[in-house]
């Protein structure tokens, strides 16, 4: 830090020692209080506090810090606990959001100093929240002319004409854009055929669902995007297609989805989708971010691994924790399907990951 304004590691330092002089509160306290949401241990407190060398801690235990010291509430009893924040007062949800105003402030400028940008961080209000406030445009592909067809309600010259029967990858484009919507009140947020994109749409954040049999847009931000992992289509194969991993050893692995036959029909169990997250490369100040399955319950899995009420703070967590100072980052996961609905993945549980990238540091 410069200058005479506090560093983050003093002020977290002061709501411990000082925000109730009389009550005496450690880090083991803390530490316990926080570990109802995630594990924590005195040392990570430590390293936050640290007068020396001090740690930044992820944006997601800042909160906890806010909603700790926003209550008193939290110290009337031992063990000291972390009440929920739907459970704060009106007054109390004020003190917890100016207080998390100005932690995420003071961690911002720690950031900056150091040249570091993590869009692997969410904020408080959720993963695809976009704190800038600048638009936000998914972008979706139509499907191809002989599968609009056979859709009565694809033909524009019909009376009962519906624009949304013509896009693909419907499902998915519904759940997210509800959700970015409500997450960013304040942002545009648009949706567009991948065909209909102008030119100033590819510099906004863009995210992308579905993959390169139909998003050419995903297929033209891929091959601008250093990765180890290639999309094979799937009319590029015999079968299903998949994902080709380049092996560190020079060889490839294809990991496809996995489907069977029933009564002459083709059934889906398990797809591979990917998720992928980094600077737009249109314009480095905006993010890309691109949700993309083998099959559409793929592209619809990994959407709801991070809206799912149930998954998707601990999945942003765990991209927090995991990539935690990358820029860009990738995962590929397995998305089960069962009775042709989508099981919400875990990034949390290894099974649910085949890859991720960059791969673990040492």
């Known amino acids: 830090m410069t200058g005479d304004s506090p560093s983050l590691a003093h002020r ?3 709501l411990r020692e000082e925000q109730w002089p009389d009550v005496p509160i450690t880090q083991g306290d803390l530490a316990e209080a926080f570990s109802a949401e995630k594990p924590a ?4 407190l430590s390293s936050w506090e640290s007068r020396t060398r001090p740690k930044t801690p992820p944006l997601h235990r800042l909160a906890s810090y806010a909603t700790f010291f926003a209550t008193r509430r939290s110290v009337a009893h031992r063990p000291y606990r ?3 924040v739907d459970e704060l007062t009106a007054d109390e949800q004020r003190v917890r959001e100016e207080l998390l105003r100005e932690l995420t402030g003071l961690r911002a400028v720690e950031q900056r100093e150091v040249g570091v940008t993590s869009p692997a961080e969410p904020s408080d209000r959720g ?3 976009f704190d800038d406030r600048h638009v936000i445009t998914i972008v979706v592909a139509q499907l191809p002319a002989d599968m609009r067809a056979k859709m009565p309600y694809s033909d524009p010259t019909q009376p009962d004409y519906v624009e949304l029967y013509t896009y693909a990858d419907l499902d998915a484009l519904i759940e997210l854009h509800g959700h970015i919507r409500a997450t960013n009140p304040r942002s545009q ?4 055929i991948a065909s209909d994109l102008e030119p100033d749409d590819y510099t906004t954040h863009l995210v992308l669902l579905g993959g390169v049999d139909w998003n050419l847009v995903t297929r033209e931000l891929l091959t601008r995007v250093d990765l180890p992992i290639t999309q094979v289509s799937r009319h590029d194969e015999a079968e299903s297609g998949g994902f080709l991993v380049r092996r560190p050893d020079g060889g490839e692995t294809l990991l496809s989805p996995k ?3 029933f009564r002459g029909r083709e059934v889906l169990h398990e797809d591979v989708a990917h998720f992928y997250r980094g600077p737009n490369p249109f314009n480095h100040k905006r993010t890309v971010t691109i949700c993309n399955g083998q099959y559409g319950r793929g592209t619809l899995g990994v959407v709801r691994a991070l809206t799912d009420g149930r998954f998707r703070d601990r999945n942003a967590e765990y991209l927090a924790t995991r990539f935690a ?3 860009a980052y990738s995962i590929l996961t397995r998305v089960f399907v069962v009775n042709g609905q989508v099981v919400t993945p875990d990034w949390n549980t290894p099974e649910s990951r085949l890859l991720e990238w960059p791969e673990g540091r040492s």
């Open 325 to 327: 100072g990358e820029a």
């Open 82 to 84: 972390l009440i929920p």
């Open 127 to 129: 993963f695809w929240y």
């Open 259 to 261: 489907l069977d036959t």
């Open 12 to 14: 977290l330092r002061a």
């Open 41 to 44: 241990s005195v040392p990570l």
């Open 189 to 192: 947020v648009n949706f567009r």
